[in-house]
């Protein structure tokens, strides 16, 4: 599978997202630096990926996006209900990515249950169980109805998907439960985790614009008549 994932990824455009990836990750690892050692009184919230609705941050959102009228367009053009619950999917990200709200959502929980120090952590990962099981009834019908060229080109996009699963809700437990916000520890794993989102999604954008070029076949025909 992750060799199908590899060869069905358009290299110009992994190369051109990672390469703007990367520059968020170094911005906010040298601006760290230089916050660690006095220089800056903080990382400039601007370029910071650990920052909601930061340049990274909304590089993420746009990401999301434009998955989603990806399989939406290719929904419009094949029909086949697996690329319009992709779409769904890819939506839902985006809206709970912007608007934090598995954030938001441990943090009522937690303010109002009386849990330990940490307990939030463990109310997300029950989020995400939830969230990943609602995805999971939306996609089994259709999948198992995919035609199987369709079921062949959707399936590698679980290798990116492992990897948001190990960034964006393993490390982000550790981060919640384990570190103390402000310390170097905590600075490193959120680095380390909204950095690997930042490549993980590229990837997806990557994979699907090459096997699904329809929103763009869509607009080039609009711009033609």
Not at 41 to 55: F, K, M, Q, Y
Not at 70 to 80: K, L, T, V
Not at 192 to 211: H, K, P, W
């Amino acid at each position: 599978m992750i060799d199908s994932f590899f060869r069905g990824v358009s290299k110009k455009t992994i190369v051109a997202l990672f390469a703007v990836d990367l520059l968020f990750v170094v911005a906010t690892a040298f601006t760290g630096a230089l916050a660690v050692i006095g220089v800056l009184e903080t990382i400039p919230a601007l370029v910071n990926v650990g920052r909601d609705w930061s340049l990274p941050e909304a590089f993420n959102y746009l990401k999301w996006l434009v998955l989603a009228l990806i399989f939406f367009f290719a929904y419009r053009q094949d029909g086949h209900p697996l690329l319009l619950s992709l779409a769904s999917i890819f939506l839902l990200l985006m809206f709970d990515d912007s608007l934090q709200l598995h954030e938001q959502f441990g943090r009522f929980v937690s303010d109002n249950v009386d849990g330990q120090e940490g307990f939030h952590a463990y109310v997300q990962i029950g989020y995400w169980i939830i969230l990943a099981s609602g995805f999971l009834i939306l996609l089994r019908s259709s999948y198992l109805k995919a035609p199987k060229p369709l079921k062949q080109a959707v399936a590698p996009m679980l290798v990116p998907f492992l990897g948001l699963v190990f960034f964006g809700v393993f490390l982000d437990f550790l981060h919640s439960a384990l570190t103390e916000d402000g310390t170097l520890s905590a600075g490193l794993l959120i680095l380390l985790e909204d950095g690997g989102e930042l490549f993980m999604i590229s990837s997806l954008v990557a994979y699907a614009v090459n096997q699904w070029k329809v929103p763009f076949d869509h607009l080039g025909r609009k711009v033609s008549s």
